[in-house]
């Protein structure tokens, strides 16, 4: 089980004791989160430890705070205005880094343990995620766009926080769970743990997880991707066909 990697924490820890700071060692339950048909979501298990850098137990009282993230993507958010009883779009706004899955769990509220701008820096929280917007546009439609973005992909379940998602034991290993929805991305994740005191961060590190198809549904991905044209003939001719097919039923009905 991986779980008894936490036995050998402690000699990570001395490997690295030529270091003053203290040292985090995190872990994650799976490396791979494989995306089967039917699939419903699955639930991380992050864990770890905190040391000196003697392998002992760090002196300090400390914060953790986990922020796991998806891979990134521009995306293009347009906004909807009434116009003579149709909906019609309206303003638009660009972005050119907006991660497809978000989730951040804390040991007690960020808003507790740092300020806005260490928050921001570290991006400890749905409110400090780095969007990186393009060209020139004005703070308040970006804050509005920003906040409409999370908002969105919030209700979708793909962002989130949790602000006692983190539970720490003697103030040397720590554990978060957080989960993943059917309808994630896949890519690579990427897990960064922030070991926090006296509203500084004094130690981090990160670990990976793939999120990837496989069977029948890699197929078909990596098929679309590879042979775009044929994969969208083959779509039109499908339709096509269950039209016709559907059509012949209802005739004989």
Same mark, same amino acid.
């Given at each position: 089980?991986?779980? +008894? ?40 298990? +992050?864990?770890?430890?905190? +040391? ?24 293009? +958010? ?176």
């Amino acid at each position: 089980m991986r779980l +008894l990697r936490y036995l050998f924490l402690p000699i990570a820890a001395l490997l690295l004791s030529g270091q003053r700071d203290a040292i985090l060692v995190p872990e994650v339950s799976q490396d791979e989160v494989q995306v089967r048909q039917g699939f419903t979501g699955t639930e991380l298990l +992050l864990f770890g430890a905190i +040391l000196d850098p003697e392998g002992r137990r760090a002196g300090a009282q400390y914060d953790i705070v986990v922020v796991l993230k998806g891979p990134t993507s521009a995306i293009r +958010l347009r906004e909807k205005e009434r116009l003579a009883g149709i909906w019609v779009n309206a303003e638009s706004s660009d972005f050119r880094s907006a991660p497809s899955f978000f989730a951040v769990a804390a040991s007690r509220p960020v808003s507790d343990i740092v300020d806005d701008r260490t928050a921001a820096i570290y991006e400890l929280g749905t409110d400090f995620i780095q969007l990186s917007p393009s060209g020139q546009i004005d703070p308040e439609k970006q804050q509005r766009f920003a906040a409409g973005l999370v908002a969105q992909r919030e209700r979708l379940g793909l962002y989130k926080q949790d602000m006692a998602g983190v539970a720490i034991s003697e103030q040397v290993l720590y554990q978060a769970r957080i989960d993943l929805p059917s309808n994630v991305t896949t890519g690579m994740y990427t897990a960064e743990t922030f070991a926090i005191t006296d509203g500084r961060v004094i130690a981090s590190a990160v670990a990976e997880v793939e999120v990837r198809k496989v069977g029948f549904e890699r197929f078909v991905e990596t098929f679309s991707r590879t042979y775009a044209f044929t994969y969208g003939l083959i779509a039109v001719m499908l339709s096509v066909g269950m039209g016709w097919i559907a059509g012949r039923l209802f005739a004989l009905i």
